[in-house]
């Protein structure tokens, strides 16, 4: 039986370790931050501590089994799709998180304090240093979606084509129209990297044909 004090001490480390976590995702203002990951933390920690008391020798894992199935539908609720010219799904790091999260209050509650506390600091670990790792890879390779919308010649749409390889930017064509008044509208998924899109993008924004860019 699990004395008052330990079950005390546990409670507390896993305020603390949900903290850290929560104190991240509040700086970087994300829909479940330092409250939401504490508590997360907190009450899987408490789950854990009475599946042991309630289940004793014979089934302690009842109730902390149920944790990993129930923190399923909080992470869910995090995940979001973008607008609908944008294909990218938000919220699956939160998400991530929270699992995390309430597996690191799982562990503190089953007494596996160090192991716990370890896995914490790699957590933070990742999510400091990595965030650095994406930004370099932002910088070396970027997807965008260009619009241009321009007068029609023949040959429009490849001039600008042409312009996207003299820039070592690599494209599809997604969409092209255009309408009786002699205007024609080109899209395309253009991947390269920051330094190439912005001398693209300036060049394309100097070009008189250019009624309309997006990018």
């Given at each position: 039986m699990l004395s008052t004090e330990e079950i005390a001490w546990r409670l507390v480390l896993?305020?603390?370790v949900g903290g850290l976590i929560g104190a991240e995702r509040e700086y970087r203002s994300k829909s479940a931050g330092f409250r939401t990951l504490t508590l997360i933390c907190l009450g899987a920690a408490l789950f854990t501590i009475l599946s042991e008391l309630i289940g004793a020798?014979?089934?302690p894992e009842r109730i902390a089994s149920n944790v990993v199935v129930g923190i399923g539908f909080v992470g869910a609720g995090v995940i979001f799709r973008g607008e609908p010219t944008n294909s990218k799904v938000n919220?699956?790091?939160t998400a991530a998180m929270i699992w995390v999260t309430a597996a690191l209050g799982?562990?503190?509650g089953a007494g596996y304090k160090l192991i716990s506390c370890m896995a914490c600091l790699l957590v933070l670990l990742v999510i400091l240093t990595f965030s650095m790792l994406e930004g370099w890879i932002e910088r070396v390779n970027q997807i965008r979606n260009y619009k241009i919308i321009c007068?029609?010649?023949n040959e429009t749409l490849h001039r600008y084509e042409d312009l996207f390889r003299g820039h070592h930017l690599s494209f599809k064509r997604s969409r092209?129209?255009?309408t009786d008044t002699g205007i024609i509208t080109g899209e395309w998924v253009v991947q390269g990297s920051e330094k190439d899109h912005r001398h693209c993008i300036h060049e394309i924004l100097r070009d008189p044909a250019v009624k309309a860019f997006e990018f």
């Open positions: 896993a305020v603390v020798v014979h089934a919220g699956i790091t799982m562990g503190i007068a029609f010649e092209q129209s255009k």
